[in-house]
């Protein structure tokens, strides 16, 4: 008589212990592929803003203050200081649509500021990764200097030659700042353009401001083999005893 053959519906059968070995090892061997660093985005400009003065103010005017939740920390200050100008001389900075800009016309002498705060010891380097702060879609139409400064005491000052001008991107390494450490643990991020008084036309526009991160430097070349190497090598001895076991259970069922 014919042995009946039974066929096997039994899921758990299927996904023994083999096959979860299996999956493990894929995982090892796939690890070092899908490790990836995250960026931050400090303000894409799509809250708008504006202040303007057509006048001397003899000083810093009042912070000028706006909420976005697309705003890191949430609130985004401007404030301007005019030292000099005649009346309804243009004298502007504005956040619209996607944009940040800073107008200021010829016969105008001052500079602007703009602060991100709300932060509150907020770690931009995301535990060590090597960062940069970035900026994209800048331009300008004249040479100039803008001041970044982080918790009011870690400084640097890029300078904008306009020659260049535009600049798809401009990476700022944590490293250049005074004290790179202040980027840890951050309450606030001010701009101030330019970094001192000018009585030049002046046009500067920037379409994103964040951060980049990078992968750390690779590990030097060890002398044993890599988790990804050892991955390979278990799993292709793996799928040799699979082979091996598959066509004794052939042999023997038959």
Known sequence: MAKERVVNTDVTGRFGPGSWLMITLIALVLLPLGQAWGDTVIDPFDTDQTIQSSSPTGGWTGWNSVAGGDILGGNRDMRLDQTAGTGGSLFRVRASGGTFSHNQEVTVAGRSETRWDGMTAFDLTEAGAVHTLVLTGVSTDLDITILFTVNGTSTHTLILNAADSPWAEITIPFSSFSDPTAFQSVDSIDMRIP????????????????????????????????????????????????????????????
């Open 195 to 254: 970094h001192a008084g000018s009585s030049v036309e002046t046009e500067v526009a920037i379409n994103e401001i964040g951060t980049q991160a990078s992968p750390e430097p690779p590990p030097p070349p060890a002398a044993v083999p890599t988790l990804s190497e050892w991955g390979m090598i278990l799993f292709s001895l793996f799928m040799g005893t699979c082979g091996v076991i598959f066509m004794r259970r052939r042999k023997f069922r038959a």
